[in-house]
Each structure stands twice: as structure tokens, then as C-alpha cells.
């Protein structure tokens, strides 16, 4: 494997954080964490990083394959509260990207939109299947979108994302590019309306405070930015919008943690040159995106692989520790 980050997002557990698509609890990261410790310095196939050592590394072009780094997107509570003791117990730092739209007041729209799917609905494609009947009985669809829908367009979009499904493409192809973001928050407002389903008391619970970033921040974690809105589609919306974006984010980060924020991973890999132009602007060192497909040289374009591919990977070599 190439140097890279290993990208986690969701976490799960009996008590607090529901099991939902993609999320792994604390004994699946643990697995992973001494897999890879176990494997490195011995054969050398595998170094996990500090996040700092990975950092410098990468500035100095020293990384050689197999230099790993972890990284958390979101900043979400459920990472803090059963990521982060994992980190702590192997004494393990990590970079950790972070949304700032609820630090003034407006909870980051995506996450309370995902507990819904998963709290309201038997499985993720019953969800889909009401969000798509929604969608076509709305005055949004049109003989346009139709056709739209059975383009090869459509049936190639994130295809290099294997771990998605084919109703999780088609589900993000219509909030991405069919309808705008807030026909996107009107149609899950009403379906959240119709299912009973409690916003404000729910989106408590989804993420970090102020408190918690200066606690991973001052134990050697890396914060960095992910835009302020997290807004799925940042490279089809121009440079104002994603300047504003990434500057915000930037300015609010730095506020809570008192120091430089020179880092970045591009929300739902959504990035184009303008954007490595803004980050270039705000003077961000590293960016990473959220895949490893080959053909990227820049610092601001470094590949991450998705946890979920991680564990099957290591399943399919069948190493004892992960049984």
C-alpha cells in the first residue's frame, strides 16, 4: 500500500451511537489500530503515524509506502467519545476535519439528516425508497430529471466508490446534481416532519463541542478544515461561494483551537482547481481526498482509503487479529 490516510466517519455502540451504514465500533477500530502496529517495524510493510510525523513527512517529501496516518471527518461525537479512547490507548494522534456551521448556531445539516435515514427507517433502502417516491411526486421532477436518471451520467457517477450501493449513487446523484441544495433541505424538512422525527433534540448528540476539538488539539491531534456548511457539491457552486466557505471554516477553527489551520480533506471529495486555488490563498499545506486513484502529485490532493475498504482488505488476508 501507498502512503496515504485511512478515512473514518461514523461509530457505534449498545448504549449511545446507533449501528448504521458504514459505522464500526471501537472494537473494529482497535483490530485495525493493532494490525497495523504489529505489522509495522517488524517486516515493515505498515508504519502507522503520529498525524504530526505524517504531516512533516509528506511537507519534506519523505513518505514511503506503507506510512499510514488516521483521519476522522465531520467532527463528530461519536468519534470523540469511542474513537479517541482507542487513539489514547495506543497512544495514536489523528487528524480531524471539522464542519463549523453549528459553532454559529445552525447544526451541519448531513449529519441529523443521516440519524433520520437511520433511526426512522428498517434500512437504508426503505429510506430510499420513500425519499424517491417523495422526490418524483414533487413538483422537482420533470421528463428532464427522468432522463437524467437513465443517463450514463448518472449510472457512472461515484462509481469509483465501490462501498456505495446502487441506491446510495442514485440517491446522492439526485441531491448533487438534479436538485439544489434547498429543494434538498425542503424534501427531507417534510419527510422529518411526516416521521415524527425530533431535530433540534437529536443534533445535540451528533457533535463535538469547543471544549472537545481543544482536547484533541492540545493532545496532539491535527484539526483541520472541511468547509462550514459541508454542502455536498462545493465544486459546482463557484470560487465566491467555496471562498466563503473555507474561509469561514478556517477563521472558526482557529478561534476555538488559538492556533494555524493548514490542513484540509475536501467534503464528499468535492473539489475542483478552483478550490486547490482558494486553499493555496489561505495558505493550507495538505488536502486530502477520499480515494486512492492514482494520477495526483500535488500536497493538496493526497489519497485517503475508506476504513470500510481497510476491513475487508485485511478479512480477505486473513490475519488472525481479525478474526
Known sequence: MRACGIMFHHFHDEKKYIKSQGSIDAGELEMMIKTYKLRGGGDGKYDLLQASEWRDKALTGALKPGDLCLSFDDGLKCQYEIAWPILKKYDLTAFFFVPTQRFEGEAEKLEVYRHFRFSKFQDIDDFYQCFFEKYKSSELFSAKAEAMLRSEQRRQYLREFAFYTENDRIFRYIRDKLITEQQYHNLMT????????????????????EQELEILHTAGNIIGLHSHTHFTSLADVGYKRQKLEYETNKRILQEIVGGEIDVVSYPCNSYNDETLKIMRELEVKIGFRANMEDGYSSLLELPREDHINIIQKLRDENCGICE
Do not use: G, T, W
Open 190 to 209: 417534510d419527510m422529518m416532519i411526516k416521521y415524527h422525527y425530533d431535530q433540534e433534540e437529536n443534533e445535540q448528540n451528533l457533535y463535538m463541542k
